[in-house]
């Protein structure tokens, strides 16, 4: 029979105390992808002992780049010639001029790919009802545990003994 | 009813005076956020009575580009020679201001400044707004605006493009990926600071806020993709911010007109931009201070730093200016000659020195730190930098054209009623929207404070108790 799996939130004021009771609830057991952290400041990296996951912005920002640059090629040196107007001894396309469109392009497209690529690799927006405490914002780090029922106890222990301030069901709500 | 949630923990209920009483330090995160929206939510008589006077000068302004798209360009000043007036100076004067928003927040982010952390919303604005206004030129310039559309890259009926090897169109390529740029810069940075009035607020801005948050809950996730995307637009949003300028200049440095045809154009107008956008970001970080009582997050080290830069850059603008005068007065070419003369001691000549001393009075002043560090002083000193700023664009734009390689073909130049009319609405359209965003917006980028203070500690060197920043990320 599969275990009932039991979901809590729990409320630290220390970032101390939060990376020492993550570190015991993945002693107990409970691995990384069961524990998300709310914070309403970014800490450095590593500080609450967790891994970083791999992101696909750099790909996504390079492959927007590209497109620009070509979009930029397209500009500068193929609608000269899709309407050639031939003015007495001047090419029809000039390296400068081109240079600068090609350059701006690329770099129009990098600009909006790293905003959309952001947006996307962190499935924004999304107002729906999630888990989350308000408190978050005003400084509080939280939280949320996904485990199986039966360690229950043994979670709440840990939490306790690492000073937590408030445990509760998580609330969804609509944000 | 008020539209400020009390959300705080309960045990800190207590009542809480936001004054200079308290250093950042010493706030819990919770007073740090009401310390921050508290004044956007008080918008007294003065507020209001400020708002309609703006606003009224805009809907003059609106009248006088109606009276000139009705009557059409004639009823401006521009002429023949003189074809770009007070609209291209006002254009050149507001791309310039927006690079102060970049250098503040991408490049001071990158070396890791931080003093920047208060300021920079401040500044990203001013970048926005003031390309906003920027933008509204090349449109009045036109004469028959509705032609705009014809500029937009896609063939006409008769498969012909854009021509691309115009500099008028790399401006306006340019100036939309600037201002598409620094827009979405400021949005991306702003989105936790949402979540957080989202949290704090309720009715119509709770509303507004939670649309603007996108969901964000601060997840660790989120933080790391967000801090990541900041890093990629500070670096790409540089050389965005350098050719900006750059492309203008080129509008004049491509021409064959005396004083015009300068390579060394675009550096000269890119360190005039960030000498005039400093000082521009000093003398509205005073007002807002003041007028929304930041006393808190925007102090002495903050203008003091600012000050600096000011200084810097236009000790760096007098040595690009120099560079191009004395190889211009060397040539002596007969043209170049008669401007030049014309500017120190003919017709020109008032507006030559105001912009000389303008400029370099406050490089001066600006060495003494009382100025710097007393608002007040700081306020004069760098709205004189961009009264001196203005008149040297005037003097480049509408002063240069007087004068050409054709004698019968010279003259003057004064700006109509309606030339004024526009560019004062442009001044009090940025001031407008800058005097909304404050209310509406969080001004000081409260993640940013309070990640700030998470890298400081006070260490005990000898008798000195020292704020140590920890080199974190």
């Avoid at chain 1, 005003?138 to 709440?156: D, K, N």
């Avoid at chain 2, 360190?271 to 929304?292: K, P, T």
């Amino acid at each position: 029979m599969m275990d009932e799996t039991k979901s809590l939130m729990a409320l630290f004021q220390s970032s101390d105390d939060t990376s020492d009771a993550i570190d015991d609830l993945h002693g107990l057991g409970i691995s990384d992808d069961k524990v998300v952290v709310m914070t309403g400041v970014p800490y450095p990296k590593g500080a609450l002992g967790r891994g970083l996951e791999w992101l696909a912005l750099p790909y996504i920002v390079l492959a927007g780049a590209v497109a620009g640059m070509l979009f930029g090629l397209f500009l500068a040196v193929i609608t000269p010639h899709l309407y050639r107007l031939d003015v007495g001894g001047h090419p029809p396309v000039g390296f400068p001029p081109a240079a600068v469109i090609i350059f701006v392009f690329t770099m129009m497209a990098t600009i909006v790919s790293t905003f959309l690529g952001v947006l996307w690799e962190m499935d924004f927006p999304r107002f729906g009802p999630a888990p989350y405490h308000k408190l978050v914002t005003a400084g509080y780090l939280t939280v949320m545990l996904e485990f199986p029922e039966a360690l229950e106890a043994r979670v709440r222990q840990i939490l306790e003994s690492h000073n937590v301030h408030e445990i509760s069901e998580p609330e969804r709500m609509a944000l | 009813m008020s539209e400020l949630a009390s959300n705080r923990p309960e045990e800190a209920n207590q009542g809480t005076e936001y004054e200079e009483r308290l250093l950042l330090a010493e706030r819990e995160d919770w007073e740090i956020n009401q310390a921050v929206l508290q004044p956007m939510m008080q918008t007294g008589p003065g507020f209001w009575i400020l708002v309609a006077v703006l606003g009224a000068i805009v809907a003059w302004g609106l009248y006088a580009w109606g009276y000139l798209i009705y009557w059409g360009m004639g009823s401006a000043g521009i002429n023949r020679p003189v074809y770009w007036g007070l609209f291209i100076t006002t254009f050149v004067f507001w791309v310039g201001i927006s690079h102060a928003g970049t250098m503040i927040s991408a490049v001071l982010r990158l070396l890791k400044v931080d003093w920047r952390r208060p300021i920079t919303r401040g500044a990203e604005a001013m970048t926005a707004f003031a390309l906003m206004m920027a933008g509204l030129y090349p449109l009045i310039h036109l004469g028959r605006v509705w032609k705009f559309y014809w500029m937009i890259p896609y063939p006409n009926n008769r498969f012909m493009w854009p021509n691309f090897q115009s500099p008028l169109m790399w401006d306006m390529v340019a100036i939309f990926t600037y201002l598409i740029g620094s827009t979405l810069y400021l949005y991306l940075a702003l989105i936790p600071d949402m979540a957080m009035a989202r949290d704090n607020t309720t009715h119509w801005r709770y509303k507004l806020y939670r649309v603007l948050a996108l969901g964000w809950r601060g997840t660790e996730a989120e933080w790391h993709k967000l801090h990541r995307a900041l890093g990629i637009f500070s670096i790409v949003i540089i050389p965005i911010f350098l050719s900006v300028h750059s492309i203008v200049s080129w509008d004049f440095a491509v021409t064959i007109q005396p004083r015009w045809h300068s390579t060394i154009f675009a550096p000269y107008f890119v360190i005039g931009a960030v000498y005039s956008g400093l000082a521009a970001l000093a003398s509205i970080l005073v007002v807002v201070r003041r007028g929304m009582r930041l006393q808190e997050f925007l102090r002495g080290e903050h203008f003091d730093a600012l000050g600096k830069l000011v200084l810097v850059a236009g000790m760096a603008w007098t040595y690009f200016w120099f560079a191009g005068f004395i190889v211009e007065w060397y040539g002596n070419e007969p043209v170049v000659r008669e401007l030049i003369h014309e500017e120190v001691a003919g017709n020109l000549a008032p507006f030559f020195y105001l912009q000389m001393g303008a400029n370099l009075i406050p490089l001066v002043l600006l060495v003494f730190k009382r100025i710097r560090t007393t608002p007040a002083l700081l306020l004069v000193t760098t709205l004189l930098v961009n009264v001196g700023m203005y008149t040297e664009r005037a003097l480049i734009v509408a002063g240069s054209l007087q004068r050409n390689d054709l004698p019968f073909n010279w003259g003057t130049y004064r700006p109509t009623w309606v030339e004024i009319s526009i560019v004062a609405m442009t001044f009090a359209g940025f001031a407008l929207l800058y005097t909304l965003f404050s209310r509406i917006i969080p001004f000081v980028p409260v993640w940013e404070i309070k990640e700030g203070r998470l890298r400081y500690t006070v260490r005990r060197i000898g008798r000195l108790l020292v704020p140590t920043a920890a080199e974190i990320e």
